[in-house]
């Protein structure tokens, strides 16, 4: 079993939906809880990290950890079709910097 | 912040030839790490480039198959060595200014076909 489970997708949703993208995790240590964006051929680009649990909010984009649970939300409002790209969950411990477990990713499409 | 460039961007290689990639960042960094990313799946870290001195590489490879070279604080090189098909895969050189989520930075990955 993977240490970190996304939702798999594809996602397909009209402009203006409210997307929900979500992780689960089987690793207590971890403390460290991210969302990265990846465009089609670019690398993965920081959207939001949460540190242990707790709500996070950005604009458009909130980030939800239940520690308890062991499992992580995102969710876009007003979704656009900027917005269309993969979305990987990362997370990792307080002493593994830059030693990231990733899930594998969903692939959102916003449909104009 | 930090600016990555990766060269080359994409290869299209024959089998049993090796592959070297090389990384370059506009600041001075302590932490640099390759990882993979195969078709359809998550990023997997391949190794953590130590300047000076070998790399600390994660369960699942070795020196042998993924030599790694770091001269200096900016540079890195990962080579990828005897290939298959199987080393069909972005390689994405990534850099940690600070140990923080938000100072991790990811170069823009190396596309590699092997035939």
């Known amino acids: 079993q993977k240490e970190v489970e996304q939702d798999p997708g594809p996602l397909s949703v009209p402009e203006g939906a409210i997307v929900s993208l979500n992780c689960t995790y089987s690793?207590?240590?971890?403390?460290?809880f991210m969302w990265y964006r990846q465009y089609s051929r670019k690398g993965p680009e920081l959207l939001m990290y949460t540190y242990s649990s707790g709500n996070k909010e950005d604009g458009r984009f909130t980030a939800q950890v239940d520690k308890s649970s062991k499992y992580i939300s995102l969710f876009i409002r007003d979704s656009q079709p900027s917005d269309s790209a993969t979305y990987l969950c990362a997370m990792r411990g307080n002493t593994n910097a830059g030693k990231s477990t990733f899930g594998d990713g969903t692939t959102l499409t916003v449909k104009p | 912040s930090a600016v990555i460039s990766q060269k080359p961007s994409r290869d299209i290689c024959q089998r049993g030839t090796s592959l070297t990639i090389q990384c370059q960042v506009d600041?001075?960094?302590?932490?640099m790490f390759w990882y993979r990313q195969q078709p359809g799946q998550s990023l997997t870290l391949i190794a953590t480039a130590n300047q000076g001195s070998e790399a600390t590489y994660e369960s699942g490879f070795v020196i042998d198959k993924f030599p790694i070279s770091r001269p200096n604080l900016t540079f890195s090189t990962l080579t990828v060595s005897n290939m298959s098909p199987e080393d069909s895969s972005i390689y994405l050189c990534?850099?940690?200014?600070?140990?923080?989520?938000?100072?991790?930075?990811f170069g823009p990955g190396t596309r590699l076909l092997v035939l």
């Open positions: 690793n207590s240590a971890f403390q460290y």
């Open positions: 990534s850099v940690d200014m600070a140990s923080q989520p938000e100072t991790q930075y």
């Open positions: 600041s001075q960094v302590t932490m």
